[in-house]
């Protein structure tokens, strides 16, 4: 990709896209990202008008949904990284929109959401490890199930939140979908072990304050 079509994908030049042969999905970074990976990574906050955008890139390049960057990263975990709620919400209905029927719908949704990334991070894990609780809130409530996988440092969405002292974030999946014993982390370690630790560590330095 050439750097008039990045700072294209960038300003969200949706006329210089609708101008090439080349197929949108063909055009990409070093990193392989495409010019909807570029649009939801240049974001500094969100707006209707910036959704619409990626409508239009997705009318002219359906396959673009789908497409993964060198580090298998979905537009979707970039989308999750960021906080951006509207795109967010707009790619998991595209995902749902492939289909008519409600199963086939059902699996375009929870295919998009449980992608992995090289390191085995769904969206969930991406949007916990950047504290975003908006996000954390649409992904939980299209599927509970995302909070019970492990990525490759065995740690699930609920261990990540408690050791981070994300404490919205880890009391809205406690709410929505985990049995604590169920949600662990490395060494064998649980998210309750780590909340104890945690309130552990707080009444110490309380009691004894540096």
Known sequence: MDHILYNAAVKSDKEVFKNIEQPLNSLLTLSENTVLHIYIKSLYQESESMAKFVEELLSMCPSLLWKTNVNNKTPLHLAARYGHIGIAKFLIEQAKNLSQDLESRTEGRMKMLRMMDKEKNMTLHEVVHFDHLEVVKILIHEDP?????????????????????????AFTIILS??????????????????????NDIAKRKNTYPT
């Open 177 to 198: 979908t985990c049995e604590l014993r169920a949600c662990g982390g490395p060494l064998g370690g649980t998210a309750l072990h780590a909340a104890i630790m945690l």
């Open 145 to 169: 199930g995302l909070s019970q996988f492990a990525n490759d440092d065995s740690e699930i969405p609920l261990y990540m939140a408690v050791v981070r002292k994300f404490r919205p974030v």
